[in-house]
């Protein structure tokens, strides 16, 4: 085993000693890297994406029980700009390798704290930073092309996603971010630009302080540098957030006026839910 495992090295290291050389064909394994916005940050996912070609992959190819560099040639990289939470696992920001255990009721999600590796040759578990589990997902359709990808973003959840012949599985993320973006606010706040518009959308997004969203609009509707029927809108949804539906109505019909002068029909249709929703 020994002998085969320092064969594949040396075959390895002349594949690499050979990239000076143009590409005379494309890699039986495509690459890909994947950059997701999250939060206030980025995930990064580098890896090789095989094709089935016909073969019996899980308890296969790769056996039930045995650590998969999830993807072809070099191991999955994933990189975190910001602290995230995987399937309440707390994970610093930085660069792990990605491996998997396959299974056929349940996957082992590894990172390892070496993201810089020929597949998971030199795996060793001492330099696992996390373990968890998640369920086998059976997929109604063959998945042809080994994908990783990233799904339901919201702007503090989302899932990580891989599927491949008929298996897969879920890894839901979450960030932390209202305690930055809130100290950001309340900073911002203080100086002589006041970013109003910013701060309106993430309290309302975020069922904030109600009263100092209106405020917030309020002042919106003195900014000569936005459209005046954006304010109105958001005016408009926080005084039915708090209740005020007459003052809803009113502020909205407004925004309807003057979008409808502006020739903005998105802006039109906008207010018009609002009041649409205050008459309910």
Not at 218 to 235: G, M, R
């Amino acid at each position: 085993m020994k002998r085969l495992y320092t064969q594949f090295c040396t075959v390895v290291l002349l594949a690499t000693a050979t990239n000076g050389y143009a590409q005379l064909a494309p890699p039986p394994s495509s690459a890909q890297t994947v950059t997701q916005g999250f939060g206030l940050g980025t995930i990064n996912l580098t890896y090789s994406r095989p094709n089935l070609k016909g073969r019996k992959i899980f308890g296969g190819m790769e056996p039930y029980g045995t650590v998969w560099r999830t993807g072809a040639n070099s191991a999955t990289v994933i990189k975190f700009s910001d602290d995230i939470i995987l399937e309440g696992n707390k994970v610093p920001a930085g660069e792990y390798g990605l491996f998997t255990v396959p299974g056929e009721s349940e996957w082992t999600i590894i990172l390892s704290k070496q993201s810089k590796q020929w597949g998971a040759y030199s795996y060793k578990q001492t330099d696992d930073f996390l373990r968890f589990k998640v369920k086998t997902e059976h997929l109604p359709a063959l998945t042809e092309t080994m994908t990783l990808a990233f799904a339901n973003i919201a702007p503090t959840t989302g899932d990580l996603k891989m599927m491949w012949e008929r298996s897969g599985f879920t890894v839901h993320m979450v960030t932390d971010i209202d305690t930055k973006v809130m100290a950001r606010i309340d900073s911002a706040m203080s100086t002589d630009k006041k970013p109003y518009y910013e701060a309106l959308i993430y309290y309302y997004n975020n069922n904030k302080d109600m009263t100092k969203a209106l405020a917030w609009a309020t002042e919106l509707e003195k900014d000569k540098n936005f459209p005046p029927f954006v304010p109105k809108l958001w005016k408009a949804r926080v005084q039915l957030r708090q209740g005020d539906k007459a003052g809803a109505i009113t502020t909205a019909q407004e925004g309807v006026k003057l979008a409808t002068a502006a020739k903005t029909d998105e802006y039109v249709r906008l207010n018009n839910e609002v009041i649409a929703q205050a008459k309910k």
